[in-house]
């Protein structure tokens, strides 16, 4: 089982902004180091519903946030995922808190 | 990632140029279809060029080519999201064996109504919204509905391809059956009571995108988990779409409710100069999103349990190994149920309280989208906030079908309900105010009063674009 999920957002306002692009890069970026998926998958979103501040990409279990991600911002993003870096604290915090909490609210099913 | 033909006449990327016998027998739907299109699509629209996305193919991008184009000459087509090598069932009984590409014999019935009830909401919206062109609020707006119901249409192709390829006779009946019922009608009405309803304003149209869409979104989401494998895949590639569906309606919603918010700002009655009181856009709130919560199902269900026993309907993001229990036997959901005057406490077995999951998923979304409009209403200095019905007002299915609720979810008898109602829900006189408001606006750039318009127009064009070129 992997341990992480992350999540590329591609509603509306993402899609828009090059969320379908910024997927394909994120994807690449991940399978050249982990190409069993052992540490990390990527996965599309229908919507989180933080449209003002997109691209939206989220990272589960460890709850981080990440809005206005452009395709330069990935290698970071990847390294905190896959090697030793710390989140990228400057993509975070921009998303409104209930958005935020509906999106860890619909993952952390007690079932 | 597989191969899209676009020169076929049925454009696809599932090979139906090797497959004679299911190519003849859509290329003898087709027609029908269009017959359909033009007698209860959008009237009297077929012949202006409309500035049209059109899924030309399942990869990045593949589904956002713009382009004017006549909406009967729109390239419906069938398109399923690629295969993952070697998937396996992750859910219910058959958890760990190899997806089905065929139907397994004891499961055709339940898939086949699994399908053709979903099939059935896609003419079934097409239908409601028909006349909407006409009172469109502006070319942007025209445009946008234009986009839903050819995608729409495009949905109804995507589940007549799997009726066709794998019920046999049986299918092939139904795929007819769904051209033939029609929204609304007493003898042969749509299958959904959601989708009888007539769409008869803007607002409804975009409570319509934003709140039953939006079950779309998450019955797409279940099934898209699907053990057989066609179906999962053709429904997460019609995930994609419908996000645009759902955006229509939130924006659409939240910018009635910025123009509303933005004239009593500046002093102004909402009344006067043609723009909708945020009062009346909270009963339709009311209306259409205890309708689309019906949708959901009964929350305690033996259907949605064998459903998901089987494997073909599974939670919302099952596949992504989110759930502890993925055979879902060893909990159990609490539910609160009416029970004469008082409320009592439930436990249901967690796998007949599928849909009241899905449901919790729904209404979860559907709080996020009131806390956005509400962050408007505070930024404008407006006191009013929007509320999200609870899940137990105006329900005619499920647990809270036989009681009384308020908004809030207060149990009360019926007599104090029905002296609330026309506080709760449209009143004939808000209906008749609300047609009032629709005029139609075709002038590029500009906006009916009762809309603000969208920060920016789709596929960055600018607010002033032809979106609409008439005839």
């Known amino acids: 089982m992997s341990q992480k999920l992350v999540y590329v957002c591609e509603g509306g306002d993402c899609t828009e902004r090059g969320s379908g692009d910024l997927f394909e890069k994120m994807r690449e970026l991940l399978l050249a180091r982990d190409p069993e998926e052992a540490q990390v998958r990527v996965r599309r979103y229908p919507c989180f519903g933080g449209c003002e501040v997109a691209i939206n990409v989220t990272v589960y279990p460890d709850k981080i946030f990440y809005s206005q991600v452009t395709p330069e911002d990935l290698p970071e993003i990847v390294e905190n995922l896959l090697g030793d870096a710390a989140p990228v604290e400057r993509l975070t915090g921009a998303v409104q808190p209930d958005v935020e909490e509906m999106v860890w609210m619909l993952l952390d099913s007690p079932y | ?471």
């Open chain 2, 1 to 471: 990632m597989s191969q899209v033909d676009l020169e076929a006449r049925i454009p696809n990327n599932v090979g139906l140029r090797e497959d004679k016998r299911l190519l003849r027998a859509l290329e003898k739907w087709q027609p029908a279809f269009i017959d359909w299109w033009k007698d209860t699509g959008p009237s009297d629209f077929n012949a202006d060029q409309i500035y049209l996305r059109t899924a030309i193919g399942v990869g990045k991008g593949g589904w956002a080519h713009f382009d004017y184009v006549k909406m009967p000459d729109y390239r419906w087509g069938i398109f399923l999201a690629d295969p993952v090598v070697d998937r396996k069932i992750h859910f219910g009984d058959h958890i760990g064996e190899s997806i089905w590409n065929d139907v397994p014999g004891e499961m055709r019935n339940r898939l086949r109504r699994l399908i053709v009830t979903q099939g059935d909401t896609e003419p079934a919206s097409v239908e409601q919204q028909r006349l909407l062109g006409h009172t469109a609020p502006s070319l942007y707006d025209m445009r946008s509905l234009f986009q839903v119901n050819a995608e729409e249409g495009r949905h109804l192709w995507a589940m007549v391809y799997l009726l066709h390829s794998y019920f046999g006779a049986d299918g092939r009946d139904e795929a007819d059956a769904l051209l033939e019922r029609r929204s609304g009608d007493e003898d042969s009405p749509r299958i959904l009571e959601a989708f009888n309803k007539p769409i008869t304003t803007w607002l409804d149209f975009f409570c319509f995108t934003t709140f039953t869409d939006r079950d779309g979104k998450y019955q797409l989401a279940a099934l898209a988990e699907s053990s057989f494998d066609p179906l999962a895949r053709t429904t997460q590639f019609m995930l994609t779409e419908e996000a645009y569906h759902m955006q229509t309606g939130e924006n659409g919603v939240g910018r009635i409710i910025h123009r509303c918010a933005e004239l009593m700002h500046a002093g102004e009655d909402p009344r006067k100069v043609g723009a909708i009181p945020l009062d009346i856009v909270q009963r339709y709130i009311n209306e259409w999103a205890s309708a689309s919560m019906d949708l959901f199902g009964g929350e305690d269900s033996t259907n949605a349990a064998e459903s998901f026993a089987s494997g073909l309907k599974g939670r919302y993001r099952e596949g992504d190994g989110i759930y502890k229990d993925p055979k879902a036997l060893e909990h159990s959901y609490k539910a609160e149920v009416p029970e004469g005057d008082h409320m009592v406490e439930k436990e249901i077995p967690l796998r007949r309280a599928m849909n009241a999951l899905l449901l919790d998923s729904y209404v979860a979304d559907c709080q996020r989208i009131v806390s956005r409009w509400n962050r408007d209403l505070e930024r404008q200095q407006i006191d009013f906030r929007i509320v999200l019905p609870s899940k137990r007002f105006n329900r005619h299915q499920g647990i809270y079908s036989s009681a009384c609720f308020t908004p809030q979810g207060e149990l009360v008898d019926a007599e104090a309900w029905n002296s609330q109602r026309e506080v709760w829900l449209p009143s004939q006189a808000d209906r008749d105010y609300v047609e009032s408001c629709m005029v139609a606006v075709r002038e590029p750039g500009k906006f009916a009063n009762w809309i603000s318009p969208p920060p920016r127009g789709v596929n960055d064009q600018p607010l002033d674009f032809e979106f609409v070129k008439f005839h």
